[in-house]
């Protein structure tokens, strides 16, 4: 027995990282796992991994699977999303909101459009999802929503400082993802619908990283691999309501919190995380 067995879910920013494991670690525990990303082939985008790989992963595997090219800050993009899940597998029992665009750029060179592009994907997008799922769920009261937040949500405090590293902008919209976690949270309570938040407690080795130069590959040591943070989602997604709605947390922490994992590092463990984690 799978722990999401007959559920349907959406993943988002699922054509690799920290989406990919956890589109495949739910399909493994028996979800109908629709994979939504920009890039549905290979070669369509700078970094490796894309839709078709991620499906093909989990079909190989024996899971279903489903492909959904989506620009999820495209309100249309989005409503062609939840519509098609729901035509081929039903209404959604799981919402992942793991796709993110990053600018390691000083606010003082970011473009406008860039600031403005960032936040139709790391925070419209996962508002949009949100409310089209939301009927479902409340008619059936019962459904789980995980946000994907980043310990840039952390802020550096107050000065002196050293260097800076361009994060202000990614920073900011994680910490906006973060406190509407919280907000959802309260909202949905009574309806049974479990809205919760995880970020890696350690950064997590991807193709997007390894591109910004936040890790040296993807066996580095200092890092946390993907399944790590699809196991917290997991986790965050079936335990009851009360155990988990309205938390702002992290993959090691939330692991071994629960006994998933024995031992821990990083953020929630070695070290505080944002505010929106400590309430």
């Not at 925070?123 to 946000?147: C, K, T």
């Not at 994907?148 to 000065?159: C, E, K, L, T």
Request: proline share 5%; aromatic share 6%; hydrophobic share 40%.
């Amino acid at each position: 027995m799978g722990k999401l067995d007959g559920k349907v879910a959406i993943v988002t920013g699922a054509s690799r990282g920290i989406g990919k494991a956890t589109a495949c670690l739910f399909a493994a525990e028996g979800a109908k796992v629709v994979c939504a990303a920009r890039t549905l082939h290979e070669g369509e985008h700078m970094l490796e991994g894309s839709l078709t790989a991620t499906v093909s992963a989990i079909q190989e595997a024996g899971g279903i699977a489903l492909a959904v090219q989506t620009d999820v800050s495209d309100e249309g993009s989005c409503e062609r999303l939840v519509q098609t899940t729901k035509q081929q597998f039903g209404p959604v029992d799981v919402l992942v909101n793991d796709a993110a665009l990053q600018y390691t750029i000083p606010i003082r060179r970011l473009a406008v459009k860039q600031w403005v592009r960032t936040f139709a994907v790391n925070v419209h997008g996962p508002f949009m999802l949100s409310q089209m799922v939301l009927p479902d769920m409340i008619e059936r009261r019962s459904g789980a929503i995980v946000n994907v937040s980043s310990g840039a949500a952390i802020g550096p405090g107050r000065g002196p400082y050293a260097a800076a590293i361009g994060g202000t902008m990614y920073g900011t919209t994680k910490a906006a993802l973060e406190r509407f976690t919280q907000g959802l949270a309260e909202e949905l309570y009574k309806y049974g619908v479990s809205v919760s938040c995880v970020a890696p407690s350690v950064v997590v080795p991807t193709p997007g990283t390894i591109y910004h130069k936040l890790v040296s590959g993807l066996d580095d040591p200092r890092g946390e691999p993907p399944e790590m943070m699809a196991r917290a989602i997991l986790l965050l997604t079936t335990e009851t309501i009360d155990k988990v709605t309205g938390r702002v947390t992290y993959s090691q922490a939330i692991l071994k919190e629960f006994g998933w994992i024995a031992e821990g590092r990083g953020t929630g463990i070695d070290r505080p995380g944002s505010g929106f984690s400590q309430r």
